[in-house]
């Protein structure tokens, strides 16, 4: 199977987007391809609000985690249905490894 191709993350709101393979990931965050490093550069101002965000850090934690608060809803609690050990079919904590996708 090929490798998959990406297009180049520079995109802009005058649909003048640059239409070449991004081969070249992102060093900070490596979740977008840019075709070099022109593209990379004017690209910036929009992609380091993602490139730098908290989230993406190992050191990351929702907040209820960092403010020790215990998660429960008592009323939904009582006639929730288990679907096996620690598996709920409705649960009361957030999903935070959704792309840990080795994992899954």
Sequence with gaps: MAAPKFVC????PDCTDCKEEGKFA???CRLVNYCGPECQK????????DC????????WQPAYMLERQQL???SVMASMKFAGPNKYQWG???AVD???LESN
């Design 26 to 28: 992102c060093k900070g």
């Design 98 to 100: 959704v792309l840990q």
């Design 42 to 49: 004017a690209h910036w101002p929009q992609h380091k609000i």
């Design 92 to 94: 009361n904590t957030p």
């Design 9 to 12: 993350a520079n995109l802009k």
């Design 72 to 74: 429960s809803l008592p």
């Design 52 to 59: 730098k965000s908290s989230l993406s850090k190992e050191t």
